[in-house]
């Protein structure tokens, strides 16, 4: 079993940056990818960002040149920092881990609990 744990989210005005946490801890040796998904209000979980152990990212076209997601295999912690927050970006944010080489909105095999982000003036 993994168990993950995310970190830092909050409120933040339109144009801000917020930067999310996720640790991984147990059998995370079985882990391949990890990721960063959101589900707003009445929508389908997305995906956001994910990112292999070898360090292979791939991003949702909505964040592409704002968020960037990154991993310190050593600390088993992958980390998504936002740039140029938008109101729509407000979600529930999970971190998500699985041992294959990519997992959508609901496949990936472990789940955080999630942390909100909510973008407003």
């Known amino acids: 079993q993994v168990q993950l744990v995310e970190s830092g989210g909050g409120l933040v005005q339109p144009g801000g940056s917020l930067s999310l946490s996720c640790a991984a801890s147990?059998?995370?040796?079985?882990?391949?990818?990890m990721g960063w998904y959101r589900q707003a209000p009445g929508k389908q979980r997305e995906l956001v960002a994910t990112?292999?152990?070898?360090?292979?990212?791939n991003y949702a076209d909505s964040v592409k040149g704002r968020f960037t997601i990154s991993r310190d295999n050593a600390k088993n912690t992958a980390y998504l920092q936002m740039n140029s927050l938008k109101p729509e970006d407000t979600a529930v944010y999970y971190c998500?881990?699985?041992?294959?080489?990519?997992?959508?909105?609901?496949?990936?095999?472990?789940w955080g609990q999630g942390t909100q982000v909510t973008v407003s003036s």
């Open positions: 147990g059998n995370i040796f079985s882990v391949n990818v």
């Open positions: 990112i292999r152990r070898a360090g292979i990212t």
């Open positions: 998500g881990a699985d041992p294959g080489v990519y997992c959508s909105g609901y496949g990936c095999r472990y």
